[in-house]
């Protein structure tokens, strides 16, 4: 008998996948690279990463969390900021469904990351979770009594709030927005509107490390701004527990000062209790979220 779901976690580089047992833990984690050549590429990765963990006749559904713009209720991946620009319109649900032959469900990575964080760890006592991804650009996800709060357009899109009247351009083409000020590509245009040179995010942050530099100023800027994110999402949700996940939390340079400045920015005693926290395993809770979307959506 079919016990387990398979989790798959599909970044803008690599795949990780594992299986979800009956009391919520990942097993069998494996981490695969993901070939960005083409559409067909992708596919193929994504494939090859789930024979490798799928085990025939115990794994009842298979969970897929993904980088970009999904529709949930077809499993229809309609665009990716970190994928090859082919990669539009795919009907990933469908395409797996029936090469593996069990129930499919696909979504974004950020609402992945925010069922995972809601439903594992430290987590579970919480009847509201929010968490906030900083990577290349902002996720995020909003869990209520551990389901999905999807809204009119299913999409928590945290990241295009404005923070600012000014701001490196984002992605989306608007300046102000948190995104455009903390991120990965915010990190790398407000290095270059300092030094007007270009650098990448590593080595930016290698730079702050040392001391006082424009790249300590530079991450110095985007803690100010995580800041006034993190209290608008409190005052905005009061959310009983705030995650912060995706590969800028790492930088404590970055959410150490924006936590503790955050607090000062609430105009309630009992707002200013809200538990803050950097999710130190992410690639666990990326998987376990992708999976818990066969069951919490």
Known sequence: MARYTLGVDVGGTKIRTGLLGTRGRVFHAQKFSLNQRNKRSVLNSIIKSIKSTFIKHEVASIGIGITGLVDHRKGVVEASPNLPRSWKKVPLKKIVERLFRVPVRVDNDAHCFALGAAHTGSGKKYPVVMALTLGTGIGAGLVINGRLYRGKCDVTEFGHTMVADRSPRCSCGHVGHLEALVSGQAMSALYRQFTGRRLNTFAIEALAKRGPSAARRTIAT??????????????????????????????????????????????????????????????????AGAALICSHT
């Open 222 to 287: 985007m803690s100010h701004y995580l800041a006034i994110g993190l209290a608008n999402a409190i005052h905005a949700y009061n959310p009983d527990l705030l995650v912060i996940g995706g590969g800028l939390s790492r930088i404590s340079l970055l959410t150490r000062p924006a936590i503790k400045k955050a607090r000062t920015l609430l105009v309630y005693p009992r707002l200013k209790q809200t538990k803050i926290i950097v999710v130190k395993n992410l690639a666990e809770a990326n998987v």
